[in-house]
């Protein structure tokens, strides 16, 4: 570890603090429908959008029409993800000339950029066109991400409202978030990265000769416009295989420093927005300090095992850290911090392969998302998943005073408990349920390229980005097959949707309650108590998924011993 290797961390948190303040303000202005500098040139456009729609913006919803609405947005989408991808090979914007993707790979993606997750079972460059590069996967990473904070606006403004059945309509909060928010940081965003020099075209596959004589065939095309929208969506899916270690998609110091800027700066910036629409800005602070105490000892412990390497390595004579697997551009303290910054965030993106990590830095990105991807985690899922930890943390602090929960104002009571609880136990059942049988089915078997327990974790680490909606992959894992595109859609879609409805239901739920004066005998939810028993609720959660997880690899070898045959006659 070095002074500079430490600079650069605080330098990163220092300046998303910066940003939370002034992003949550833009952004709680736009959800309230009041007038931004933008309006005069957007306001037109998203009047004439209501128009064509058909969509009274004046009109609010009920949580459950806001989550069906939400619902059948996707299925939507779903479609045209998976109609482009079989039919690619006859639509324009092709010059690669690549064929209709397989039915289950185009069905594991629609599922996967639906749900934000963008996993990525095949080489974007070798796979994809340029048409669905954009119309499909693009486009779905602009709507994906608005969807999450939306729904985020939803379960605050349930904290916010009071003696109200309504809780915002989803169809105005989506058209307000990608014309207000990410599409004009994203105009701006990807002219940067041009200006970097990350591709952005049109133009056909290059043909280069190298200095050896032999042909090279190097990949272009609309890149810039993508990888905009992959970060600060938290969408993370790359254009090329090899996500943001290739040069095309990060191309310098500069633009890997942004990218993760950009991970970071709207999931912390809701924390203030939320302070800003229940009246109190010290709740946003609390809410992000928390966030900040998990991320901090997470780019700690990850930075200090990389940096030291292993005694495997030191006996090789290999000093100075853990190179393997690194952009040597980007070097160790820039491939740990981006490793902890898009699994802290459920971006999924990734400038380092993190199945060569050493075992304690490749803990810290599994740990991550096993928590429940809420260490700002992605847009607007971030927040609402934190808030159901916050729930749960008043809950506990209510059983040791004795009395009901309260909560800026609202009355944490059975239904909220029940809901939160419901929602956060959707993650460790998918994870370690499908853990448990990618570890024993032969054909899932097949697809581990290491045996033991790092096998074993590439399976678990692949079910826990699945299920937490990051999209991450520990690598060394085929997952091109019948088996994994099937089981990773699920996973995908659980710990998507089964986490959404009780957290809208929990926003429709609060919004009817009247609103209570804070007492003496009410719970302070902007010290440090609170952030403690916070991150205490949130590490004891968290171990239902990972403490099991650990335990599992013994019982999985003696099962693998036993039921393969089992397996083989059911074949």
């Known amino acids: 570890m070095t002074v500079i290797g430490w600079l650069q961390i605080i330098l990163f948190c220092a300046i998303i603090v910066a940003l939370a303040k002034p992003l949550g303000g833009y952004m709680t202005r736009v959800f ?4 931004t500098f933008l309006s005069p040139v957007l306001r037109p456009i998203e009047a004439g ?42 639509l324009p914007f092709n010059p690669a000339g690549q064929g209709a993707a397989a039915e289950d790979l185009s069905f594991n993606t629609a599922v996967s950029f639906i749900t934000n997750t ?22 779905q990473n602009f709507v994906s991400a608005a ?12 904290f916010s409202r009071a003696s109200v059945r309504t809780v915002g309509n ?13 599409l004009p940081i994203c105009v701006v965003y990807a002219l940067f990265l041009v200006w970097q020099g990350m591709p952005q075209t049109l133009g056909p596959y290059i043909e280069a000769t190298t200095l050896e004589g032999a042909k090279q065939t190097i990949a272009v095309g609309p890149v810039a416009s993508q990888v905009a929208i992959k970060m600060l969506g938290t ?15 990060n191309p310098t110091a500069l633009s890997n420093f942004v990218q993760m800027l950009s991970i970071f700066a709207l999931g912390a910036a809701l924390t203030n927005v939320f302070g800003r629409m229940v009246g109190d800005q010290r709740q946003g602070w ?120 309260e909560y800026v104002g609202k009355k944490i009571e059975a239904r909220e408990v029940k809901m939160a609880m419901l929602a956060i136990l959707v993650l460790p059942l998918m994870i370690l349920g499908w853990t448990a049988v990618g570890v024993v089915y032969p054909a899932a078997v097949a697809s581990m390229a290491n045996a033991g327990p790092h096998g074993f974790t590439e399976v678990l680490y692949a079910f826990t980005s699945a299920a937490g909606n990051n999209g991450s992959a520990f690598a060394g894992l085929t997952g091109n097959t019948f088996f994994y595109n099937l089981t990773l859609a699920s996973a995908m879609f659980v710990g998507r949707f089964f986490m959404i409805i009780p957290a809208m239901a929990i926003a429709g739920s609060l919004a009817e309650k009247k609103s209570i004066p804070a007492s003496v005998g009410t719970f302070p939810t902007t010290g440090g108590l609170f952030v403690g028993l916070v991150v205490g609720v949130i590490l004891i959660m968290g171990g239902l998924t990972f403490f099991p997880a650990l335990a599992l690899g013994p019982i999985v070898e003696h099962l693998a011993m036993n039921a393969g045959n089992l397996f083989r006659l059911l074949e």
């Open 235 to 249: 969408n993370g899916g790359g254009f090329f295989n090899a996500n943001a270690a290739h040069p095309f998609e």
């Open 147 to 158: 969807t999450g904070i939306a729904l985020a606006m939803a379960l605050i403004r349930g």
């Open 118 to 139: 963008n996993w990525q079972n095949y080489g974007g460059e070798s796979t994809l066109s340029y048409l669905v590069q954009m119309l499909g996967l693009t486009h």
């Open 286 to 405: 609390a809410i992000l300090s928390v966030m900040g105490v998990l991320f901090l000892a997470g780019v700690a412990i990850a930075y200090w095992a990389e940096a030291n390497g292993t005694a495997t390595l030191h006996a090789l004579g290999l000093t100075g850290g853990n190179m393997e697997g690194k952009e040597v551009r980007f070097g160790i303290i820039a491939s740990s911090l981006f490793a902890v910054v898009t699994t802290a965030a459920s971006c999924g993106a990734v400038n380092a392969m993190h199945d060569s990590f050493t075992a304690l830095g490749g803990m810290i990105p599994l740990i991550n998302m096993e928590l429940g991807e809420i260490i700002v985690g992605g847009v607007g899922a971030g927040m609402y998943g934190m808030l159901l930890f916050v729930i749960l943390a008043i809950f506990v602090a209510g059983l040791m005073v004795g009395r009901t929960p």
């Open 32 to 35: 309230n429908g009041e007038r």
């Open 49 to 90: 959008i209501y128009w064509i729609s058909g969509v009274d913006e004046k009109r609010e919803q009920h949580w459950l029409t806001y989550t069906v609405a939400m619902l059948l947005f996707h299925i939507a989408g779903f479609l045209v993800i998976y109609g482009v991808m079989r039919l690619q090979a006859v």
């Open 170 to 182: 989803f169809w105005v909060d989506v058209t307000r978030c990608t014309l207000y928010v990410l």
